[in-house]
């Protein structure tokens, strides 16, 4: 398979200009290869991800060979460990990225699907109509699951795509997207449909925000100053995913035995990702009969804890801690740490939570309803989840197949973003030589 190499030239005019030229050329393809996605039938699109599934299966020796180069990498270069696991690719997990292809290539197609529509008085049928975006735009970190991911889901909604994977799994990413194109044009699908800016480097990732009339969506993945930065500076209309600082309250009602392996999960099972939490806020009520369990079970799977006062009286004497502070409070830690607060009541949960999150995923573990009833209007986050991990904010989990992201932004998508909201629609209006009076 063919890898495109780096062909930047050494002056920084010269690298901008050459990034300019080349994503514009890969911007031009991918329009044309979204017009032949546009009327690609359903049974078309699912072969096409059946054969990269099978692709990616097969070629998951060269996949993790180049992965353990980004790895090492990254490693040596004190990459904090939960991000290089997020970085990691092994054939299991190459194995579920095929096996969530497969499953995208089982959902409905939402091309085409009727939103409303309706017969008017006047004989006018009206009809409001999911149809492709066109080229979706990618940057991205660290993540060569999202390469498969964004391409799929792109494949299955009718788009191309242009992803920026980001100098830290280059090598894995490489290989990927031949991986991908092959299997596309086995199919009688263009190539083009999926392309990478990455031999442009970051002069690629302007590039492609400044590629507004060729790229009509652009999704950054990442962390805190990616994002921001590619929503000040893009000229391509942006769906801004967010940071996921996430809370869970243990509430005086909790069933505490239910809670603590909610906590357990919703901390440690995957550090490095955004829908990990990391506040965990409890109840005075029940603080004295949680805390000290929940804190040795934390303690024991690794965890620092950041705690309040009230949290550093029940710790154990080999417990890791920190005073906690409004840094801790607002920290996306992305590693085995933990802000742990007690609180009075509901209403103070509820406000620290209003006052740090970052309205990705939220959690409460309670039996009792009128705390669900007000911890699920009175909060403004993407996701809520009722005595389950907050692990489930992700597409798969939700039934969605893949996911581009977790949108926090409210216009278009909100939450996981998966083959609906890759969709815009069109308005048909079928009449029978009407004129409007």
């Known amino acids: 398979m063919s890898v495109q190499t780096d062909q930047r030239p050494g002056t920084d005019e010269g690298e901008e200009q050459q990034a300019q030229a080349g994503v514009q050329e890969l911007a031009v393809q991918a329009r044309a290869a979204a017009r032949a996605l546009r009327s690609a039938t359903t049974a078309t699109k699912n072969t096409a991800l059946e054969r990269i599934a099978d ?82 735009g990618m940057i991205y ?55 990478t800016v990455d031999p442009y480097g970051r002069a690629g990732a302007r590039a492609l925000m400044r590629a507004r009339g060729l790229v009509d969506v652009l999704v950054p993945r990442g962390g805190s100053g990616l994002i921001q930065t590619v929503v000040r500076e893009s000229m391509v209309p942006v769906i801004e995913t967010g940071v996921g600082n996430c809370h869970l309250y243990v509430d005086a009602a909790a069933d505490l035995e239910q809670a ?77 740490d933990l802000a742990v607060r007690v609180v009075p009541d509901l209403d103070e949960a509820l406000e620290h939570i209003r006052t740090w999150s970052s309205g990705h995923t939220e959690a409460i573990c309670t039996t009792d309803l009128r705390a669900v009833q007000r911890f699920t209007t009175e909060l403004d986050s993407a996701a809520l989840m009722v005595n389950a991990s907050t692990r489930f904010t992700d597409g798969g989990q939700l039934g969605l197949g893949a996911e581009l992201g977790i949108s926090t932004q409210k216009l278009h998508a909100r939450g996981p973003m998966g083959l609906a909201e890759l969709t815009t629609t069109t308005w048909i209006v079928q009449g029978d030589g009407h004129v409007r009076p």
């Open 55 to 136: 692709a990616l299966v097969a070629a998951a020796p060269q996949i993790i060979a180049a992965n353990a180069i980004d790895t090492q990498r990254e490693s040596d270069a004190g990459m904090s460990p939960g991000l290089v696991d997020r970085l990691r690719l092994d054939e299991a997990r190459i194995a579920g990225i095929a096996q969530a292809v497969r499953e995208l290539a089982a959902l409905p197609d939402p091309v085409g699907e009727v939103v409303r529509g309706q017969s008017l008085p006047n004989g006018l049928t009206v009809r409001q109509t999911r149809v492709p975006m066109g080229v979706v």
């Open 260 to 336: 603590l392996p909610i906590l357990i999960n919703a901390k440690t099972q995957r550090v490095g990702v955004c829908n990990t939490i990391e506040t965990l806020l409890v109840h005075e009520q029940v603080a004295a009969e949680f805390l000290p369990s929940a804190l040795a079970a934390l303690t024991a799977a690794g965890v620092h804890i950041h705690g309040d006062e009230a949290t550093a009286a029940l710790l154990r004497a080999d417990a890791t801690f920190s005073p906690a502070t409004d840094e801790d409070w607002g920290t996306e830690y992305l590693s085995l």
């Open 141 to 195: 970190e660290a993540r060569p699951n999202v390469t498969v991911d964004a391409a799929g889901l792109a494949l299955k909604s009718g788009n191309a795509v242009l992803l920026r994977g980001g100098s830290a799994a280059q090598e894995s990413n490489a290989v990927i997207v031949a991986v991908l194109r092959e299997a596309l044009e086995s199919t009688g699908l263009p190539a083009a449909a999926v392309a």
